[in-house]
């Protein structure tokens, strides 16, 4: 199965991500693309093969084929973007690194990360 990539964020680094995803276009590939920059969104689109442009995160959650995000947003923004994948069953969210700015925000988000985990568990799928 080839998971369905969703941008958000689609600055100088999230280019570096789309170079890796197209290594292994066969696994991953890059199917939405948001930034409040349409030029940056449109950019990596392109970039990436022609993948969907939003203005939104959440509008990109609830209208795409998006399985996971890669988050490429300033460290004082992936808060709000780690947090809101969680609500959809079908999204994950990727982060490579930095959990926020406090210890509290590091909290929220591990705990969001192990009830979305658990969620997904065997024991979860045969309850419902």
């Known amino acids: 199965m080839t998971i369905n990539i969703g941008l958000i964020g689609c600055g100088g680094i999230a280019g ?8 292994v276009a066969e696994d991953a590939r890059v199917t939405a693309a948001c930034d409040v920059s349409e030029e940056n ?3 990596r689109s392109e970039q990436a093969g022609g993948a969907r442009i ?9 209208h795409s084929d998006v399985h996971a995000v890669d988050i490429c947003l300033p460290h004082h923004l992936h808060k709000d973007a780690i947090v809101a994948p969680q609500s959809s069953v079908r999204v994950r969210s990727w982060m490579r690194e930095y959990w926020g700015r406090s210890m509290s925000c590091a909290q ?3 705990f969001i990360i192990i009830v979305y985990n658990q969620r997904q568990s065997a024991g979860a799928a045969n309850a419902r």
């Open 41 to 43: 969104a449109r950019r």
């Open 16 to 23: 570096e991500h789309v170079k890796g995803y197209l290594k």
């Open 108 to 110: 929220r988000m591990l």
């Open 54 to 62: 939003f203005s939104d995160y959440h509008e990109m959650l609830a």
